[in-house]
């Protein structure tokens, strides 16, 4: 069993950063990819950007590519999206989420997720 938090979100000007966290507790992390996503009101939950298992694969979907960068540190169970030059359209609560191993796009294959994480952005 994983448990994750996510934390970091706020409120943030157009152009801005964030960081958001998302912690795990319970088994390992390292052999899991872990993905955020969003949900803006009114849409479907989409993946943001994904890691894989060994950090050699990752995905970013195309309306953040050059702006967000995920990283993973397994020993401390944390997984990491640096978010810059940030939109209005980036508004959204963002979940962290883990399956075993491998990226997937689909959200129903993620086995664990967290409680999301408000963010923010106003123009």
């Known amino acids: 069993q994983v448990q994750l938090v996510e934390s970091g979100g706020g409120l943030v000007q157009a152009g801005g950063s964030l960081r958001l966290s998302c912690a795990a507790s319970?088994?390992?992390?390292?052999?899991?990819?872990m993905g955020w996503f969003r949900q803006a009101p009114g849409k479907e939950r989409e993946l943001v950007v994904a890691?894989?298992?060994?950090?050699?694969?990752?995905y970013y979907a195309d309306s953040v590519k050059g702006r967000f960068t995920i990283s993973r540190d397994n020993a401390k169970k944390t997984v990491y999206l640096q978010m810059n030059s940030l939109k209005a359209e980036d508004t959204a609560v963002y979940y962290c989420a883990a399956r075993p191993y491998d990226i997937d796009t689909i959200s129903t294959t993620y086995n664990y997720w967290g409680q999301g994480t408000q963010v923010t952005v106003s123009s």
């Open positions: 890691i894989n298992w060994s950090a050699d694969n990752i």
């Open positions: 319970g088994r390992t992390l390292s052999t899991y990819a």
